[in-house]
């Protein structure tokens, strides 16, 4: 993720807060007034209670927004039980109460949903079918997946007024799967954030505690789901964009490698930078969110239409895990410190319990996988955690911001250029558009900007495929401590060294971006929240950088009480079905484990 | 391909000949001295039957080089009827006279094979046992697949004197695959060039006449495979560089698609140029080495040693045609010529000829794969021909030589500089350092040389995109032109617009450069030989610009007589397995039609 720009734009005309004003007046404007509520009292900062306490929602809202597993919402939307009018209808109510309290949405276009719904709840009754695997099924969307007639504004003033013209190649087959997108979700300026905030439509807040940041650049998805104004929705990650706003949110995610699902038409950052790619992914309540909107775009073949997308389809026996013995025997290693930045105490002891969870499932040879497993649920006999090596972590940052960089920050400034000024921080306490950064660890890593050549471009390249090579090996030289006979099967990391922060102080992506350079698919799952009485914190360590210190500094126990902690679970490039697998009997493992406890 | 460099390398000194030809003389030593045979007469300038003449085979060695199909020497080897020191011995003495003849081979390590190669045939002895699937076949490569210990030169004299620390990904997996590595084969300095010149190696020469080139820039493994000195040989594609001498010299080559086969740790030109990659293929005399190779790569799961390499191994779901109605039906389209460069007469006659067959075949039904198709042999009822509607070639190719000269030609000139003067023609007749083009198309095209920044080369990915994406559409909307309900399955085209030229006048490479563009995977397949009694020249057509004119104008029926003619057949990204399987229908149906004949 970029977190430095340079020099700021100039020549910024003095009117450019009213056109964005009007544009978010017009957002409010799309709001039906019978959904506004009575907001809390300004100094309540946790607001995840308020769907229920606000009285917009029905008892049946409240029972069909707070069915955790997509599954169970598809199979009552197919044997009609519930109608894709009151899924739509109940998600988006919910959609909208979170909008008024965390500034989640971007795009608001109710009837179109619900016309959508209501022809889907139509082909059902007159036909007893479904339209496919997602039939009725409300998705929420970052603010980058095109849909035809439909502004995509991206964070950028310049963008209003914007129509596509078309629907991108994920809302397309969307549509093909039955499926209702129905909201859009918010976004930082120039998306290479890790927290979410833009001229247009303002800033995203956590709804654990408003003066916390949900994360980003899929903020406005994190925020959503994590108030259940959406079941499933799909954000995108070059630097941890979907990973970084599940973990602060307590979300599973995907994020797959390069490539595997169709990002074809949707508008992006830094179009058309192909050394390190950007992806798009569910993220969801559940694993099985996950795993049902994977399969669904997968099983449509979306290679057919966009040509980057690998023909490789859903792969049942790698999600059963082929290539990890049939999952009969795992080795995870546990990645404690990236040796960049410390994770603060509730990581640490989120790893201990995953590990304490592994290692009893195993024991016990009764852990299974959680949705639609078709094997032998008894299958785990033994699974085995080791503690990761950390190679090369320090080059494969610097490579990867590097490339990040490589035009000079050209594409940000000439987005904003004659329009907006650019935001240069995301803290709520200084001028966004003064550089208040205290030199960056990616700074001094990176060097002074500037527009590099082709010729520079293509040697960033062959120092990263080295990496890889280099990074590769040394995941299959695990082999001769697995005791499996493989390599380690997963690697279980933090996506984020902290939980969420306080607006404008979340500086690391190193533990998501790793993923990103090296091209690993992986997960995020929820492990626990912050507990004050027991996350004390820990001895200063000998500090790596500046980064650390500054971060290790700013954990306070009692800053962080309830957040979700999450963890990040690292599979090989393009192993995604396997990823997901994996996931599912993690999840598993801790859910017995809080069953126990 | 880049045909032109911008301005020459200044400060050459003045002894790089010397240089050059010490390394040059060290080839020459490297060869055992009763290898070395009485060359023909000087103006014998078709030398295909020198092997049979010159009286160093014995009639076992005739025998076993002139076994076409792979899988029949594999068999032999295998029940040791044959052993792998017979099988290299005869290879490595027939490469050695195709060698003398066409100077095809750059590393020459005679001992080092043969004692591999005694080593295969001691653990076959005892363990009963191969090694692997490709046990003890000799195998050519091109001279960028490092083997430990050698030196790899690539055709600039800077890299004499560079020895490989280690083999590359692809060597270590023949090497556990059971093959032996016997010599390394010419390339045209800079790679990027349809033909094989370099000052350390000189030219290579095509057998079927010493005047003309074999193509390249796998040239070398062009010549040395036409004259069987080699039945299983390995280059590589950016642009056409397994194809051009692959159709110059009557072989079967697969291009596939980028990171399907593993080139790590190769060395190439433009390092680290990811907008368009260059890919590694088999080359061989049948298709069964084709897709013998394929597989046992696939086999040997390359994505566990090279990081950029699909995790997709061989599918013979794909194989068998499942994507494609199980071959029952197939729909071909002809491209007859690209709009661009009008192919010469006896490439026109070779698609009709392929269209007669591929009828013929269908309407009986008695068309089945070649060899190890384990399905009905019968299963192909219908073959429908159409023709292929051309869609943006000249701005496909525009955006691709585009992308090959993003450096303004920085990596070759830095590769020359202070060693040797820049190629700058492949002519034989002019000083080959001063640029002797007549404003070649590609010129034309891509205008003044100069080096781009990152931001330009991302607006070249995001229109290369946006072609590809409309390549895509435009392909599957012939779904309503097949009559088989899927779009065409395979396009077929010329390799090249004409068969081999005479030295330095091939300049089209745009039927090739397609498919690197589009990264559509493709083979190439001999089809029949130019015939001066029934090739007439066409009567002139609207010449499409001035490059098409010239190839127009060189066309005589009398210049070309037995040359092979083959064409090329085009089908999506990663369908390397159902590009064989089609090569094998097409190859079979040719088969028959010229049994019949």
Redesign the interface.
């Known amino acids: 993720m970029a977190l430095f720009f340079g020099q700021s734009t100039d020549s910024v005309p003095s009117d450019w807060e009213a056109v964005c004003a009007r544009r978010k007046r017009a957002q409010l404007d799309s709001i039906p007034k019978e959904w506004i509520i009575q907001l809390p009292p300004k100094d309540q900062l946790n607001v995840m209670d308020v769907p229920h306490q606000c009285g917009l929602l029905t008892e049946l809202e409240l029972e069909i927004t707070e069915t955790i597993d997509v599954q169970t919402i598809l199979d009552k939307l197919r044997l009609a039980e519930w109608s894709s009018v009151q899924v739509t209808t109940a998600f988006y109510k919910r959609a909208i109460i979170a909008q008024q309290l965390t500034n989640c949405l971007t795009e608001i276009f109710v009837d179109r949903a619900l016309k959508r719904a209501r022809e889907l709840d139509e082909h059902l009754a007159s036909t007893g079918k479904v339209v496919g695997p997602l039939h009725g099924l409300p998705i929420s969307l970052k603010d980058q997946f095109a849909i035809k007639g439909l502004e995509t504004i991206m964070g950028y003033a310049k963008w209003i007024g914007r129509y596509a013209e078309s629907d991108c190649v994920l809302v397309g087959i969307l549509y093909e799967c039955g499926a209702v997108p129905f909201v859009r979700t918010n976004v930082p300026q120039t998306l290479m954030w890790g927290e979410t905030m833009n001229h247009v439509f303002g800033r995203t807040l956590n709804p654990y505690n408003l003066a916390f940041t949900p994360g980003g650049s899929s903020g406005g998805e994190g925020a959503l789901l994590a108030m259940k104004g959406s079941c499933l929705g799909v954000g995108t990650d070059i630097g941890g964009s979907l990973r970084i706003p599940s973990a602060f949110c307590g979300l599973y995610t995907l994020r797959p490698s390069y490539e595997r699902l169709p990002y ?2 949707a508008v992006n950052a ?6 390190i790619s950007s992806v798009l992914g569910p993220m969801s309540n559940s694993i099985s969110g996950v795993k049902i909107f994977t399969k669904a775009i997968l099983d449509a073949e979306p ?6 997308v ?3 389809g859903w792969n049942e026996s790698e999600y059963q895990l082929s290539r990890h013995g049939g999952g009969k025997q795992l080795c995870f290693a546990i990645m404690w410190d990236n040796g960049v930045v410390k994770p603060h105490p509730p990581l640490h002891r989120a790893m201990n319990m995953t590990k304490r969870a592994l290692k009893a499932a195993g024991h016990k040879g009764t852990v299974g996988f959680r949705c639609q497993w078709s094997g032998d649920r008894s299958n785990v006999s033994s699974l085995q955690v080791i503690d990761w090596e950390n190679h090369r972590h320090l080059e494969i940052y610097k490579n990867a911001e590097t490339i990040f960089a ?3 920050g ?2 940000y400034r000439s987005q904003c250029e004659g329009v907006e000024p650019l935001i240069q921080t995301m803290s709520p306490s200084t001028d966004s558009h003064e550089n208040a950064l205290d030199e960056p660890l990616v700074k001094s890593l990176v060097g002074d900007l500037y ?12 120092e990263k ?1 080295g990496l ?2 280099s ?2 090996d040394h995941w ?1 030289a695990t082999v001769s401590r697995t005791g499996t006979g493989r390599p380690v099967d997963a690697i279980i990391a933090p996506a984020v060294a902290y939980t969420a922060v306080p607006h404008g102080l979340n500086t690391d992506s190193f533990y998501t971006t790793l993923c990103n350079a ?2 690993y698919s992986c997960s995020v799952f929820p492990v626990t929240f912050v507990d004050p009485k027991i996350d004390d914190p820990h001895p200063p360590h000998r500090f790596y950088n500046h980064e650390d210190e500054h971060i290790y500094k700013f954990y306070n126990s009692d800053l962080f009480p309830g957040f979700p902690v999450a963890l990040q679970l690292i599979g ?4 995604e079905e396997a990823v997901i697998g994996m996931t599912e009997i993690v999840a598993d493992a801790l859910k017995k484990l809080n069953d126990t406890a």
């Open positions: 074809c038409g830094l179009e058309g930078q192909e050394s290679w057919l239409k966009d040509p980057l690998l023909r490789k490589a035009d000079g050209h594409d527009h590099r050549t082709a010729h520079e471009v293509w040697q960033l390249h062959t495929r890889r090579k990074h590769l299959q090296l091209d090989g490039t393009q192993e």
